[in-house]
């Protein structure tokens, strides 16, 4: 019988970071749970990332996580945007790292290619397969949908990173 991983999928975001939860055993894909984590954008930026650490911290806390797939920041036009999204995405590492845990990255278009089969895929397309993958899923918002993506890419990807990993 095959081990059962529990993945925590994290969609980082200052506002909202989306996090989703999924079983892998063997081949079978379970979904565990999913939501978003919000900061006060009426906060200060310190105050804002001090939310996210410990919701974050929460999430971990409840759901006992195996590993951890976060996506990777894609740089934007506003320089200042992406360097708000880099802060929030450290908390995204930071969390699970402080408690032990494996933490894979993920670029937006590996996610997307795993899950639907095109880099480019729209939001859309990408809910859509992940409630093919995950019947039982039904993620309120995309940040949550996106976070159950880039799990599920882990799920996909985690054991010819492992063996990359050796060599």
Request: hydrophobic share 45%.
């Amino acid at each position: 019988m095959s081990e059962r991983i529990r993945i925590l999928g994290l969609d980082p975001g200052l506002r909202n970071t989306g996090w989703g939860v999924i079983t892998i055993e063997g081949t079978k894909l379970s979904y565990v749970a999913c939501g978003v984590v919000t900061s006060d954008g009426d906060l200060d930026l310190a105050l804002r990332l001090k939310q996210l650490h410990d919701r974050l911290t929460d999430v971990v806390a409840t759901w006992t996580p195996d590993e951890v797939a976060v996506e990777e920041t894609f740089v934007n036009k506003d320089a200042q945007a992406t360097l708000k999204l880099g802060q929030a995405r450290a908390m995204s590492l930071l969390v699970p790292a402080l408690h032990g845990l494996p933490v894979a990255e993920y670029g937006a278009n590996q996610v997307k290619k795993t899950v639907v089969g095109v880099g480019h895929a729209e939001k859309g397309q990408v809910l859509a397969m992940v409630k093919v993958l995950l019947p039982k899923a039904d993620p309120k918002k995309a940040d949550a949908a996106d976070a159950l993506a880039i799990a599920i890419a882990h799920a996909h990807h985690r054991k010819a990173r492992a063996l990359a990993a050796k060599f």
